[in-house]
């Protein structure tokens, strides 16, 4: 029987991805929150709706620093 491997279809590392990313902007909401830095509506969909993970992990980075989302997003 051959060997099959389910998650390694384009279609299946693009839902990986987007569980990636959605992990991470989760995790820079909820640093910032835990900051008391309040977020504008439109401020958290920029960061709920960004699908790149590298930016993402910078947000989060700066996240543990910032004064204001203005700053997250400098």
């Not at 909401?29 to 992990?57: F, H, M, P, Q, Y």
């Amino acid at each position: 029987m051959p060997e099959t491997h389910l998650y390694q279809g384009a279609y299946a590392q693009s839902l990986i991805a987007k569980g990636r990313a959605e992990g991470v902007a989760n995790a820079v909401v909820r640093v910032l929150a835990s900051r008391g830095i309040v977020l504008s509506g439109t401020d958290r969909e920029r960061i709920e709706n960004c699908c790149d993970v590298e930016l993402l992990k910078v947000w989060l980075i700066r996240a543990i620093s910032v004064d204001s989302a203005e700053e997250l997003f400098a």
